[in-house]
């Protein structure tokens, strides 16, 4: 029975570090710089949703709606007023620049939202899906905790097809890729940066909203998943979306089992401590211009089985 | 409220200009009779909440005093005026406050002070400078001998010593469980755990279920192992938003119908206890500012002094007095401010002190001694909620009686 509750609990945590690190590589790969803002656009389409349907009294679906197309426009705001300003500038003012502006961006928009809708708590309800519940092998799951897996699923599924079956998704991985290559095959930059960055928003937004009902709105919401998010893009490979999903779901069972055996410590502590050896087996396996760790690790071992061989 | 000055922006926008006539401005009405009075509250960043409580409480708490023509102090009457700053949740800005506050501002007191680690990090400035100074940090750290930092709220390690009284009296419960926050304040929980039932040799076991960060979200795991362990009851030490998705996380799963749910101060320190009243179903929670909330529950008022009820009933009646129990808190030690201004006869930190340390001081809390270390003996409950109408309805008082000031492990006082 724990074990089966263990594995529903981190397929939950997981749907939603796999989003949140989703949305936010696809900002990180295309621009080559994490957007430090992404936890505050979180917590900005969960606001959106508590304005227009807690406070205004509107349909959750509206609400849903709302706050992905709220946020959306407010990344395209800020990609195309703030951050686009800074593309033709040399290396290090661009990746202080971007840092320094979403960093900023992030405080004011918390801020914001302190001053609007206060400090406190904030419980948002959507629809009964809170209330309502299933039994799985005599595990409670509730409705919302299933919408979440499924939105998570569908999430994926979606990005899949674009990425691997639209113009638009072939450039962001080419840009991903070699953005001087793109560049000279003729991708438009400037508007795959745009696309980019409004779509991490709408997706970051629809995640919070979910992440908010299933625990509680604050205008720091999302912070603590920030740096888990950087933890999950590293490891599932920068601008890589289904590595962020495959690594945020084992980061979310990996947390749900650990915790039978560990302090939160120790599951923190080991996380990172995967992290730096990645860096390190890195930094041994791969020679300069490699990329891929796997890649890398299978060619060695070829090497060594060919050596063995002869 | 035209006494009561917020300069948090003020002195900042002076010291990056440096304009003369405006750091003349920033040093305050030092003129005249008031007696200056220092608050340091997070009105920004994680603890911004309760900051802002602190500063409507205080001002409703000058109003009053000022309404009524000012304090008797030392044969004259003198008006009271609070330079308050914003410390931005941040242990640097409130050391840089305190640092203002004591040298340039000459305050007699520090009203409020907050969160642990702000504690500590003023704690040097103002014995220095021999500021007597009420802080809402829960550390026992700054409870030294001769200490100018007081506090009408429980340190740590006396947190969970009601609950622990209840499970030591209890017949039903043998074992509790225990989920405690990362840091000194779940260490200090575990160590009078330990202390507790494995050397003061008190009825009953516990098992560390595991620690959390204070941003968790999550608690489902936690839920899940305390669910499945060998227990009786679950005590959880933590506070603010934090308890609040536990408690409402706790309820959804179901695990309050399973065995009671024991908090601290935590529990009784809510930011909105209205927003998880239906998930509070078998919840005990320690109410030391928190039973004034409910005190015409007839249970609850018979924990509560005629002379606390009488003043709280005063409180209730200024105007714009906020209605919360972190409010009722700092207006406590306003109150103990002003039994010592008046008492001391004086605006010397030294004497302040002096009044304050050893003389049983009446507010809204209830009779409270604070001891050389700081630290009070005050009036608590334990009280078991019911949350089944949807609201967090008081069920019983599982304990009540004079919180012991417990300010380390083993215990320093007779329990």
Known sequence: MVLLESLINGLIQGSIFAVFAASFTIIFGVMDIPNMGHAALFAGGAYVFYQLVNLTGLPWIVGLIGAVLAIAVLGAVVEKTLLSRLYGRKESEYVFGVILVTIGLARILERGYAQIWGHAPKYIELGNLQENSVQVSGTSVSHLELVVIAFAVANFAFLYWLINYTDTGLSLQAIVQNRELAIMRGINVDRVFLIAFTLGAAMIAAAGVLNAAMFTLEPTLGFSLLIKAFIIVILGGIGRVMGAMVAGYALGLYEAFAVLYLSSYYIYASEFAVLIAFFLLKAIVLSEGEDSLIAGLKERATSLRQGVAE | ?415
């Open chain 2, 1 to 415: 409220m035209p006494e009561y000055k917020r300069r948090s922006f003020l002195a900042k926008s002076c010291a990056a200009t440096g304009i003369a006539v405006g750091l003349a401005g920033c040093m305050g009405d030092s003129g005249g009779s008031q007696v200056q009075l220092g608050a340091i509250n997070p009105l920004s960043g994680s603890a911004a909440f309760f900051g802002e409580l602190a500063t409507e409480a205080q001002s409703a708490w000058v109003e009053n005093v000022n309404g009524n023509g000012g304090l008797e102090i030392g044969g004259e009457t003198r008006e009271i005026n609070i330079v308050e700053y914003d410390d931005e949740s941040s242990n640097d800005q409130a050391r840089s406050a305190a640092q203002r506050l004591t040298t340039s501002d000459n305050v007699s007191m520090i009203l409020s002070s907050w969160r642990s680690n702000g504690a500590i990090a003023i704690n040097e400035i103002i014995n220095n400078n021999q500021i007597p100074t009420f802080t809402h940090g829960f550390t026992p750290q700054v409870n030294t001998d001769g200490t100018y930092m007081m506090r009408l709220t429980v340190s740590t390690v006396m947190d969970a010593y009601p609950a622990l009284q209840f499970v030591s009296d209890s017949d039903d419960i043998e074992k509790i469980g225990v989920i405690a926050e990362e840091g000194d304040w779940g260490d200090d929980t575990l160590d009078l755990m330990e202390w507790w039932f494995n050397e003061a040799d008190n009825a009953g076991d516990y098992e560390n279920l595991g620690r959390f960060s204070f941003s968790q979200q999550d608690f489902s795991s936690y839920i899940t192992k305390a669910r499945n362990s060998d227990i009786d009851a679950l005590y959880v030490q933590t506070w603010a938003s934090a308890m609040q998705r536990f408690i409402e996380q706790q309820d959804s799963a179901g695990l309050n119908d399973d065995m009671p749910i024991l908090t601290g101060l935590g529990g009784a320190d809510y930011n909105s206890l209205g927003e998880v009243g239906g998930s509070m179903s078998n919840v005990y929670a320690l109410g030391v500012y928190t039973r004034l909330s409910y005190a015409d529950d007839d249970q609850i008022a018979e924990t509560i002094s005629d002379e606390a009820l009488s003043q709280f009933e005063d409180y209730q009646s200024i105007e714009n007095a906020p209605d919360h129990p972190t409010a009722y808190n700092v207006y406590a030690d306003a109150q103990a401010a002003e039994y010592a201004l008046t008492e001391a006869g004086s605006t010397n930190g030294e004497d302040l002190r002096e009044a304050l340390v050893g003389n049983e001081i009446t507010t809204i809390l209830g009779n409270a001694t604070i001891n050389d270390r700081g630290q009070p003996s005050i009036p608590g409950a334990l009280i078991k909620f019911d949350g089944s109408s949807g609201d967090a309805e008081i069920d019983t008082v599982a304990w009540d009686g004079q919180l012991p000031p417990i300010t380390s492990i083993p215990p320093e006082t007779d329990l």
